[in-house]
């Protein structure tokens, strides 16, 4: 994109003013929106121009090896204005290695498309972790040695059980003794020696 010397002019006023700002003239202004919209149309312009000039390089590509000449020579204008060969231009400059000025444009454009592939490796890199660290052991001899052994740790004892309500003795109540808790047995009885006959019925 190239500027005249009446855009010059205003892109310089407009640089002034931004690094060193004061009050800016009605002329200025309007100076500054006519420069903003020249350069946005230059813009869109070259968007279009380089829509077609791809398009047109598709179609030169399509037609090889018939128009080789026209491929080649509008492969190297698109280049120029930083067009980035994708892998069907690199596969037709191999068809056509026999032809001086394609090995050379396939040379160019084999180091074009490995910046590119460096460029997004890059770009996707992600950041290195530091590996985890083992664990440190003690080695024997060290500052651990020195250090008197640590016995281990006791067992807290455990909490004693509540009695249950109903089997706690009551202090009002005496203890019973063995005899009425087990009371002496009554002898059985022995039979008459002389039973009673019973008689006859007649």
Same mark, same amino acid.
């Given at each position: 994109m190239a500027f005249g010397a009446e855009e010059l002019r205003v892109l310089r006023r407009a640089l002034a003013l931004a690094l060193q700002p004061s009050p800016a003239s009605a002329e200025d202004v309007q100076d500054c929106l006519r420069?903003? =919209?020249?350069?946005? =149309?230059? !813009?869109?312009?070259?968007?279009?121009?380089?829509?077609?000039?791809?398009?047109?390089?598709?179609?030169?590509? !399509?037609?090889l090896p018939g128009s080789v000449a026209g491929y080649l020579a509008l492969l190297e204008e698109v280049l120029v204005a930083g067009y980035r060969p994708v892998p069907d231009d690199l596969a037709a400059l191999r068809a056509l290695r026999g032809? %001086?000025?394609?090995?050379?444009?396939?040379?160019?454009?084999?180091?074009?498309a490995e910046q590119d592939v460096?460029?997004?490796l890059a770009g996707r890199a992600a950041p290195v972790v530091p590996?985890?660290?083992?664990?440190?052991?003690?080695?024997?001899?060290?500052?651990?040695?020195?250090? /008197?052994a640590k016995k281990p740790a006791e067992r807290p004892a455990a909490a004693p059980?509540?009695?249950? %309500?109903?089997?706690?003795?009551? /202090?009002?109540? /005496?203890?019973?003794? /063995?005899? =009425?808790v087990f009371p002496p047995r009554r002898k059985p009885t022995p039979p008459p020696a002389n039973p009673p006959q019973q008689l006859a019925a007649g």
């Open positions: 420069l903003a =919209e020249s350069v946005d =149309e230059a !813009a869109r312009e070259g968007a279009r121009l380089r829509a077609f000039l791809l398009a047109d390089l598709g179609r030169y590509r !399509a037609a032809n %001086p000025a394609a090995a050379a444009l396939l040379d160019r454009c084999r180091t074009l460096c460029t997004r590996q985890s660290r083992t664990r440190l052991l003690a080695l024997p001899g060290g500052r651990a040695a020195d250090e /008197p059980k509540p009695q249950s %309500p109903d089997r706690s003795p009551r /202090p009002d109540r /005496p203890i019973p003794t /063995p005899g =009425e």
